[in-house]
């Protein structure tokens, strides 16, 4: 188990750390020729989504043309969900030895003492923002605010229940969107790079789509509601394929090019794209049996299906037009390859990175990146991907060149070449330690950072007693509800970094009948306890928004509006304890709709007088 009170020691160490680059790394001479840096990354978006890669189902033009402007990696490879290739993409190490071991609920985040992308480049002087699915940590030390971003808009969980003008948060406090996300993202993105300064900006764009709910705007919908789809080669993707869901898929990957578009526009019109590195990526395979070349797998295979994603980097200051990068790379890559083209200083603490630096291909594709192995874990499956043949755990080999679908296993005819690679994805797994399918560990959650006011405590990072459920089986964006019994509780184990005075909201749904409800807040460390409490003056009666623009059915929890409640304030000591948040009095009659719905507590750090 990681104990979160360990988070204390490593939180000291790694600011003395941050001290001392800054200190070491700040100078700003010739700061304004140092390129400017645009990463975007998609949702569930495979590699297969894009009219660049033979898809005739849609059309993405201005993805594709980042293809035509800039450099090509051909084999480029992420990890086979979504909070993996978050960690390695932002430290440049495998998300095995950082810590990352799901995708909610405290396994998505990566250790402390890692160091991010986000680190290096503000220590370098660079403004620095994220915009969109963070997805590695809610609460600060690992909010995108803590791990080297100054500007943050977006959410923090894995996924979203709503995306239009759903609750989201602007360095911590809640705000509400607007309008569709992913167009609202690309626009705050768009007015950070308006910005005027003096020195260059990085600007992470993890935008949420095509991950479900699948919910697509109106004007994205009109081209595919009931648009005929060519499958994919492969009969057996072919055969698992839900049309809908496809079609869904498509318009939200439409709409993403139409937001690159977007984004390619303003750097023009603000002279900025000659000097701008602009990186597409994608997190994983697609996020249902649709067209993907041909490939094996899909989102949670370790296949090529399952790993393989677009790189496309454009740089016309100092990269060649129409470039394809031979080889093999990965997500682990970027991160040395960005801080080496802009003269960054990548060092941390945390221990070596596991990427490599791809500028040497990139400027000159004739030059293949250093030959090499990658490997991939997830939930107890594991291959390894050399430049010409995946071998997986089970003991498949296969020869992507001559059989890049993974048809026909080689390793009885490959023998020697299936042992060697048997024997180094074993060293890899003794080295780097990857949790198997069945693995989870008790989450405690840091409250109360010293240099940041606000800590979230969704529903999703809760623990419930009694009847009390859970909206959905997926944490991420879910709420508690069907709290009907006094006896009953919401529980978060926590650790408060720095005592204080914190002023405490709840985020609630509940019907008319409800009002006059409780709700109490009780602190519990050791044998000490505090209490606050409120009541319910407010109906918030609110049902499920914007299912209407689901386009498949949903697999995720409904979101809905939700009220804020002021439990007021309340005195938290240092240290490890319990937050419980009881209803001793719950209102209504049987039979009709009673007690209330939580989505999130938010805690406010009152300043010292």
């Known amino acids: 188990m990681r104990v979160i009170p360990l988070v204390r020691k490593n939180l000291v160490w790694s600011l003395l750390v941050s001290v001392f680059v800054c200190v070491a790394t700040c100078a700003q001479a010739q700061a304004d020729s140092r390129p400017n840096v645009l990463v975007v990354l998609t ?27 800039g450099v090509q990696i051909k084999n480029f490879y992420v990890c086979a969900v979504c909070s993996p290739t978050r960690a390695e993409f932002l430290t440049g190490r495998y998300h095995t030895r950082t810590g990352v071991f799901s995708t909610s609920a405290g396994g998505e985040r990566f250790d402390v003492a890692e160091r991010t992308i986000g680190d290096a480049f503000q220590d370098a002087g660079y403004a620095t923002a994220a915009f969109g699915k963070w997805h590695s ?16 808009y977006g959410f923090c969980s894995g996924h979203w229940g709503n995306y239009f003008s759903p609750m989201l948060e602007h360095n911590g406090e809640i705000v509400e969107g607007d309008g569709f996300i992913v167009d609202d993202l690309t626009q705050h993105a768009i007015e950070f790079m308006e910005q005027p300064r003096e020195n260059p900006f990085l600007v992470y764009l993890p935008l949420n789509t095509p991950h479900s709910p699948m919910q697509v705007p109106n004007e994205d919908w009109k081209e595919f509601e009931g648009k005929e789809i060519v499958p994919d080669p492969r009969p057996e993707n072919a055969k698992k394929e839900d049309v809908q869901h496809t079609r869904a898929a498509l318009a939200l990957c439409e709409n993403i090019d139409d937001n690159i578009g977007r984004l ?88 070596p990175l596991d990427g490599i630096s791809l500028r040497d291909a990139l400027v000159d594709p004739q030059t293949e990146p250093a030959r090499r192995l990658i490997f991939t874990a997830w939930k107890g499956k594991l291959s390894v991907r050399s430049n010409q043949y995946r071998y997986h755990q089970n003991g498949d080999l296969f020869d992507l060149e001559a059989d890049p679908g993974e048809t026909r296993s080689i390793a009885k005819t490959k023998p020697v070449a299936a042992a060697r690679f048997k024997r180094a994805l074993e060293e890899w797994a003794v080295e780097t330690k990857p949790r198997g399918r069945n693995h989870s560990e008790e989450q405690v959650f840091p409250v109360g950072h010293p240099e940041h006011a606000w800590t979230q405590l969704p529903a999703r990072d809760a623990q419930a007693t009694g009847e009390i459920r859970r909206s959905n089986r997926f944490p991420n964006s879910s709420y508690m509800t069907n709290w009907h019994s006094t006896d009953d509780a919401i529980t978060w184990d926590v650790d408060v970094l720095a005592k204080g005075q914190f002023e405490v909201e709840l985020y609630y749904a509940c019907p008319e009948s409800a009002v006059g409800t409780k709700l109490n807040l009780e602190w519990r460390q050791g044998d000490s306890t505090a209490t606050i409490g409120s009541e319910v003056t407010v109906a918030n009666p609110s049902g499920p928004i914007h299912l209407d623009k689901d386009r498949s059915a949903r697999a995720e929890s409904d979101e809905k509006h939700w009220e804020k409640l002021s439990l007021g304030r309340i005195d938290l000591s240092e240290g490890s304890g319990r937050l419980s948040l009881t209803c001793p009095r719950i209102m209504g009659e049987d039979g009709e709709p009673r007690g209330v719905e939580i989505r999130l507590m938010m805690l406010h750090r009152v300043p010292a007088e």
Not at 138 to 143: D, E, G, I, R, V
């Open 264 to 351: 390619l526009d303003a750097l023009e019109r603000l002279s900025l794209s000659q000097n701008t590195i602009v990186v597409f990526f994608c997190d994983n395979g697609p996020n249902g049996s649709r067209f993907n070349g041909g490939l094996r797998g899909r989102k949670g295979a370790v296949h090529e299906g399952g790993l393989r994603s677009p790189c496309l980097i454009r740089y016309p200051a100092k990269l060649k037009a129409g470039q394809t990068v031979g080889g093999i790379a990965g997500a682990i890559d970027l991160l040395p390859t960005l801080a080496d083209l802009c003269d960054v200083e990548v060092g941390g603490i945390a221990g």
């Open 137 to 152: 940590g809610m609460q600060a030390p690992y909010h995108p605010n803590a791990r080297g971003f100054e500007e943050f």
């Open 43 to 69: 949702d569930d978006q495979g590699w297969g989504d894009l009219s660049l890669h033979g898809n005739p189902n849609l059309q993405t033009p201005h993805i594709d043309s980042l293809a035509r402007d």
